[in-house]
């Protein structure tokens, strides 16, 4: 099942999984990717998946589609191959969904995607050796101090410490944290206590460097990538006319086009759904296991790639950046006790343990310390949500999918559904 | 089972090893740069990865409390895995063969939970440990905070972290990886996995509880996974477990 993560620049703005043969993708609301951008066409792409293959078409958009930036009207496409839609990109990415992946996923049956844009954070440095100097805050979390694995280094400033404060993306914003430094980041000159949600305009300054936060306005070009992709035959074309060229440092202006609606492309292409056996046993699996009150054990996965029930069974918001990096960890407060409190714990224990002698941690070789680092975790649906999407559930096509929405719902609030 | 007479300042907790060794090395050291004084795991040692005994030995060697998760249970022929799915059954049996009856023994000596002080840790959810039921909505949650009594429970099974914060009966989920507990509000934290995260990060997932500054963290690192993928695919195991792990599935 493939995964879509669609991307401004390098904010990821939504991913998506979609179970279906075909996936629409354009600026008008009944695609199942919706891009909100002049810079993208009402009806711009197609993907189509045949045998297994994904096939991605143009449908003869103002901009155009680029595959790894190369202009494309109709194209396989291939795992991790970058799609670019005026300002956007989509990455595509051919993975496994696993079972439990499945029921969660459920949750998100048919939900709506309306797709936010989020701008782009920057970090200006107003006073400060580095003045004038701006600073895309692209990565997830991004580090700010004078040693040089941080992400934005600033030397000779005598009041920055090695790792000095920590600005993280989240899903809505931006928020900035002080790594415990000598001289405490200072937020519109108050010394930070704790992480601080950042709004533009807000005047940081680490150590004697002044910086401003301010969102841009214009995303990031996209980055040129690997496989040049193969355009198909042109009598496979709905749209003849290939142009392999980059894309223009400016996409042809969007304002400009005409306010008429696109031609939809004739449907021929769109046969009635044929139910895959494996995937409804998958389906009917999520909803016989079902335990009294609680999720099941569905212990396991795999849904075979390009198989399955052509049903959208999850749009994700993009909490998390698709390059995250390491940040070093830095032991915090003191740590005095030089008490080894595995006695303790082998008392605890009472036996029940018995010490082994095999130094397995260095007989297996470690090398080097260990990198670590945090990044926001997707929350729980709370009943709300989940009564609402299980009720959308319920207008389903799929009859299992709605069956399996009643007996949610059956469950939340004690009532019948009809399916 | 109850642990008696430990204050540990900082504990490391972490959960769902299966079999990775180099994922569960890396946590360990980690933890130990974070100068925890106590590590705790919440079950599924072994299953899906290629060196269930090293993980056990590791634990073992460690004194790391650990609690009894449903692959445990399986790989012991505890429980019915007829419900596992195929992939899941050829683990389980390759391990079942797999592990020497010392780590068996050490596998069927393992509790369902750990109190200490105004912690409990079970691997898959309070209400009924030996049920093995997914907690994946904030529903299974309120459940669950109902089933005991601690200020903090950790859990693991679903391999995919999450904070559940209940204040006087509101719950809230924050997204942040990093918390402040307060005054009057209990927490039911999944620590993720170790060995097989399914949150599309491939990265080992682990908790850090200072309880001296009252903060809970899940924290990420990176490790050997080539080594842990090759392993998995010279000891015959379906090839799908060492793939998923790149996709964090």
């Not at chain 1, 609680?294 to 996965?301: G, L, V």
Request: aromatic share 6%; charged share 25%.
């Amino acid at each position: 099942m493939p995964e879509l993560i669609l991307k401004l620049g390098d904010t990821v703005v939504q991913r998506y999984v979609f179970d279906k043969d075909i996936i629409s993708i354009g600026r008008s609301r009944d695609n199942d990717i919706v891009v909100d951008n002049l810079s993208v066409s009402r009806n711009h792409a197609r993907l189509r998946r045949q045998n297994g293959k994904y096939i991605l078409t143009d449908l003869n958009s103002a901009n155009g589609t680029y595959v790894n930036n190369v202009r494309v009207s109709k194209t396989e496409i291939a795992d991790n191959d970058v799609i670019t839609l005026g300002k956007y990109t989509i990455q595509f990415l051919n993975t496994v969904l696993s079972d439990e992946e499945l029921i969660v996923d459920a949750l998100g049956a048919d939900r709506t995607v309306v797709v936010e844009r989020t701008p782009q954070g920057v970090l200006a440095v107003t006073k400060g050796k580095l003045a004038g100097k701006e600073f895309s805050l692209t990565k997830t979390e991004t580090t700010i101090g004078k040693a040089p694995n941080n992400d934005i280094v600033i030397t000779d400033d005598w009041f920055m410490s090695k790792k000095q404060a920590v600005i993280r993306a989240l899903s809505s914003g931006y928020e900035l944290q002080d790594y415990g430094s000598y001289r405490k980041t200072r937020l519109n000159g108050a010394p930070l206590q704790g992480p601080v949600r950042l709004k533009p305009g807000d005047v940081i300054e680490f150590g004697s460097t002044r910086c401003e936060f301010r969102l841009a306005e214009e995303p990031l070009a996209p980055p040129a990538t690997g496989r040049v992709p193969r355009e198909l035959a042109a009598e496979d074309s709905i749209f003849s006319g290939v142009a392999p060229a980059p894309p223009a440092a400016e996409p042809q202006a969007a304002e400009f086009e005409v306010p008429v609606e696109e031609s939809p492309v004739p449907d021929e292409e769109t046969p009635e759904p044929v139910e895959s056996p494996a995937a409804d046993a998958a389906l009917a699996r999520i909803g016989s296991d079902e335990a009294p009150e609680e999720p099941a054990e569905i212990d396991e996965p795999s849904q075979p790639m390009g198989r399955g029930k052509r049903h959208k069974l999850r749009q994700r918001r993009g909490e998390r950046g698709e390059e995250y990096h390491t940040v070093e960890f830095s032991s915090r407060g003191t740590s005095d006790t030089g008490a080894q409190p595995a006695d303790a714990v082998q008392q605890a224990l009472a036996g029940e343990v018995e010490a082994q002698p095999v130094p397995v941690s260095e007989a297996a070789g470690l090398s080097g310390p260990a990198e670590d680092y945090q990044v926001p975790h997707r929350p729980l649906p709370d009943r709300e949500q989940e009564i609402a999407i299980w009720e959308k559930a319920l207008q389903n096509k799929s009859p299992l999918i709605r069956k399996r929405a009643a007996e949610q719902l059956r469950k939340l609030t004690g009532r019948e559904y009809a399916t | 089972m109850r642990l008696e007479g430990l204050n540990p300042r900082r504990v490391g907790v972490f959960s769902d090893i299966h079999g990775n060794l180099q994922a569960l090395q890396s946590v360990i050291q980690c933890l130990d740069s974070m100068s925890v004084d106590l590590m705790v795991c919440c079950g599924d040692v072994v299953g899906y990865g290629a060196n269930p005994n090293e993980c056990c030995e590791l634990l073992r060697e460690r004194n790391i409390p650990t609690i009894a998760g449903n692959h445990d249970y399986a790989a012991l022929s505890k429980i019915d895995i007829t419900y596992f799915n195929e992939v899941a059954k050829r683990a389980i049996n390759w391990t079942r063969k797999t592990l020497t009856p010392e780590n068996e023994q050490y596998l069927r000596a393992l509790p369902l939970t750990v109190e200490l002080s105004e912690m409990l840790f079970v691997h898959a959810s309070p209400r009924n440990p030996e049920a093995w039921n997914y907690i994946i909505t904030m529903g299974d949650a309120r459940q669950s905070f109902k089933h005991y009594g601690q200020r903090v429970c950790f859990i693991g099974h679903s391999h995919t972290p999450f904070i559940v914060e209940n204040e006087g009966g509101n719950l809230s989920c924050p997204e942040k990886p990093e918390i402040t507990l307060r005054e009057g509000c209990r927490y039911l934290v999944n620590v993720g996995s170790v060995g097989q995260p399914r949150d599309r990060n491939p990265d080992a997932c682990y908790c850090v509880y200072d309880r001296e500054a009252r903060r809970l963290e899940i924290r990420r690192t990176k490790y050997d996974m080539t080594r842990a993928q090759d392993t998995i695919r010279e000891q015959g195991l379906p090839i799908e477990l060492a793939e998923r792990l790149a996709y964090g599935l």
